[in-house]
């Protein structure tokens, strides 16, 4: 079974900073790779997802991600903190299959 | 277009009562999961279905049944709720596989507290 690991369960960045989550899976074959977003009160919804192809991942409001297949990685980026950024955020991985594998979660608070 | 809703937001049980718990997507999905947060413990499938008439066991089924009558609902029973079942439950949906690829829908989440 797939497992996924979420370093950090809160981080605290400023307004304008850098904000990086980071997620490690583990995983015997390349696998897809998501990022979902959870705002207070609300169901999660897709940032992003990496299936096949181009490794450096764009989603939305800014964000990125990047496959790292020889760290079994796929950490979260943003350039530029915003106080709408503010919210949970899951990494969950499935591996050919409808098993779906979700990380922990990291929440996330901007500082103004 | 709705999207993915549940009903209802939320509900308190007594420990032994059952209840059913309704999800209705109005996008022609074939794929829909039910899932509980925990606190810690990110999502975890309870159960999911992949057509109409169709379920299928998820990593914690334990407690739980489901049934997809129709293409668009996809209900979680509880026969006797237990203490252990108090979580926040969401419902998803997909256009394709999920396993290969394919974006989940999420609806809002019921909150479950059993007593």
């Known amino acids: ?112 | 277009n709705a999207g993915v809703t549940q009903t209802p937001k939320f509900r308190v049980l007594k420990t032994g009562q059952s209840m059913t718990l309704l999800c209705a997507q109005d996008m022609n999905h074939e794929y829909m999961y039910w899932y509980r947060q925990d606190p810690g413990m990110g999502l975890r499938l309870i159960h999911y279905s992949v057509g109409e008439g169709t379920t299928a066991k998820g990593e914690v089924p334990d407690g739980y049944n489901v049934s997809r009558l129709k293409k668009q609902n996809f209900l979680l029973g509880l026969e006797s709720a237990a203490p252990s079942q108090t979580s926040v439950y969401f419902c998803a949906s997909s256009n394709g596989l999920a396993g290969r690829g394919e974006t989940q829908y999420f609806g809002p989440g019921t909150r479950l507290l059993v007593l």
């Open chain 1, 1 to 112: 079974a797939q497992s996924v690991t979420q370093l950090g369960s809160h981080v605290s960045v400023s307004e304008g900073a850098l904000v990086l989550l980071r997620c490690n899976y583990s995983s015997s074959v390349p696998p897809y790779l998501f990022w979902y977003v959870q705002y207070p009160n609300q169901g999660l919804q897709l940032l992003l997802k990496y299936t096949t192809g181009a490794t450096l991942v764009k989603g939305i409001n800014g964000f990125e991600a990047e496959f790292k297949k020889s760290e079994t990685s796929f950490h979260l980026t943003k350039p530029s903190a915003h106080m709408s950024d503010a919210a949970e955020y899951f990494c969950a991985v499935s591996e050919f299959g409808n098993q779906f594998y979700f990380g922990t979660g990291t929440s996330l608070t901007v500082i103004p």
